[in-house]
Antibody
């Protein structure tokens, strides 16, 4: 059974930093691309970032480019999202999502974690 | 970005009755590999989204056959043949032909 467990969310002041983690199990983590998708309170789904299975290719939505960094440690079956220069508009539930393929441009998101809440406020 | 537009934004359905949700994209979702990159997700209350349909019409693992998807190019439809109480939630369409992937606004399904 695919399991994705996010952690690292919390309350942070504007301009601060957080690192989200996603621990994966139930599948061969190193052979699948991964994504981060967020959902602001009461809003719809917003695509954030993606990384290929080997970590060599990444993508960021314009709103987070230069502030967020996606990475993975295949030896630890863990996906990360380093977030800096946080803004109020980054407040959301952040979901870790597995892709169907090893490259994120050839597959699609299939399994989602339960999410971790990030609140940016003073 | 490709804009995904869903209609209606909400619907209330009697159990056992059908339901239909439309999703339109601002450009064709037909990829050069022949696959159409349109997906449907359901977010049940208090839960993360779950994949229902991939590449327009393929039901994901464990999805009941009362769910079906159809369409081509820029116009797509999700149909539920007989709505059940467990189908409540928000339905989203999503495109993956162009990064950044984009989602429809969501359609909230309620039971009468």
């Amino acid at each position: 059974e695919v399991q994705l467990v996010e952690s690292g969310g919390g309350l942070v002041q504007p301009g601060g930093s957080l690192r989200l983690s996603c621990s994966a199990s139930g599948f061969t983590f190193s052979t699948y691309a991964m994504h981060w998708v967020r959902q602001a309170p009461g809003k719809g789904l917003d695509y954030v970032s993606a990384i290929s299975s080997y970590g060599g290719s990444t993508f960021y939505t314009d709103a987070v480019k230069g502030r967020f960094t996606i990475s993975r440690d295949n030896s630890k079956n863990t996906l990360y999202l380093q977030m800096s220069s946080l803004r109020a508009e980054d407040t959301a539930v952040y979901y870790c999502v597995k892709d169907r393929e090893y490259e994120f441009w050839s597959g699609y998101p299939d399994y989602w974690g339960q999410g971790t809440v990030v609140t940016v406020s003073s | 970005d490709i804009v995904m537009t869903q209609t209606p934004l909400s619907l209330s359905v009697t159990p056992g009755q059908p339901a239909s949700i439309s999703c339109k994209s601002t450009q064709s979702l037909l990829h050069s590999d022949g696959k159409t990159r349109l997906y449907w997700y359901l977010q049940k209350p208090g839960q993360p989204p779950q994949l229902l349909i991939y590449e327009v019409s393929n039901r994901f693992s464990g999805v009941p056959d009362r769910f079906s998807g159809s369409g081509s190019g820029t116009d797509f439809t999700l149909k539920i043949s007989r709505v059940e109480a467990e189908d409540v939630g928000v339905y989203y369409c999503m495109q993956s032909i162009q990064l950044r992937y984009t989602f429809g606004q969501g359609t909230k399904l309620e039971i009468k």
